[in-house]
Nanobody
Framework: QVQLVESGGGLVRTGDSLRLSCVVS????????MGWFRQAPGKEREFVAY????????YYSDSTKGRFTLTRDNAKDTMYLRMTSLEPEDTGVYYC?????????????????WGQGTQVTVSS
């Protein structure tokens, strides 16, 4: 059974940086299309970024493009999200997810495996 574990969240100030990690076990990570989503209290889960297997395609949300960088290291079964110039609006629980349906990359309904999430809080 495929499992995803996020780490790297924390409390930072506006303008700071964080790097989130997602470690994948129980499957062949190199063949997976992966994504990051986030959810703030009282809000719907929001698409953040997507990366295809072998890093051939990368997409970012409009709010994160230019500030966030998504990478993967297939040799380590790990996906990373480097976040810079963080803003209070970036606050939320960040989830790593594995895409399991051949449809829109930004729709969480197309992701079948999720981690437990890691909290990111950006103070003003």
């Amino acid at each position: 059974q495929v499992q995803l574990v996020e780490s790297g969240g924390g409390l930072v100030r506006t303008g700071d940086s964080l790097r989130l990690s997602c470690v994948v076990s129980g499957g062949t990570f190199a063949t997976y299309d992966m994504g990051w989503f986030r959810q703030a209290p009282g809000k719907e889960r929001e698409f953040v970024a997507y990366i295809s297997r072998f890093s051939g395609t990368i997409y970012y949300s409009d709010s994160t493009k230019g500030r966030f960088t998504l990478t993967r290291d297939n040799a380590k079964d790990t996906m990373y999200l480097r976040m810079t110039s963080l803003e209070p609006e970036d606050t939320g629980v960040y989830y790593c997810a594995r895409k399991t349906r051949s449809s829109f990359y930004y729709d969480p309904r197309n992701y079948g495996t999720w981690g437990q999430g890691t909290q990111v809080t950006v103070s003003s």
